[in-house]
């Protein structure tokens, strides 16, 4: 199983990024697939969720400033940060769950002030 993730970088604030994860191995349909992400020192954060059936959900610090969707025909999950603030900043992981937890080898995202 393979989750590839890729899209991070350096950008000012206010600016944005999308982020994407590239899944091979599993029925990627069949799996719930989340963005989390992670600062030094601090635990794994969820940040967003997409179930199987589309249905999604976010941190309250990301509400109406990031959009998680997927695209099944290509394996795909990906996570649009606009507004991006200097709190945003952490490496971001993918990761898939369904009786197990699969994750990706994280992509750092810097915001700027």
């Known amino acids: 199983v393979q989750l590839q993730a890729s899209g991070g970088g350096s950008v000012q604030a206010g600016g944005s990024l999308r982020l994407s994860c590239e899944v091979s191995?599993?029925?990627?349909?069949?799996?719930?697939m989340s963005w989390y992400r992670q600062t030094s020192g601090k635990q794994r954060e969820l940040v967003a969720t997409?179930?199987?059936?589309?249905?999604?959900s976010y941190a309250d610090s990301v509400k109406g400033r990031f959009t998680i969707s997927r695209d099944n025909a290509k394996n795909t999950v990906y996570l649009q940060m606009n507004n991006l603030k200097s709190e945003d900043t952490a490496v971001y992981y993918c990761?898939?769950?369904?009786?197990?937890?699969?994750w990706g080898q994280g992509t750092l995202v810097t915001v700027s002030s």
């Open positions: 990761n898939a769950n369904q009786l197990f937890n699969y």
């Open positions: 191995g599993i029925i990627f349909s069949g799996y719930a």
């Open positions: 997409i179930t199987r059936g589309g249905m999604t």
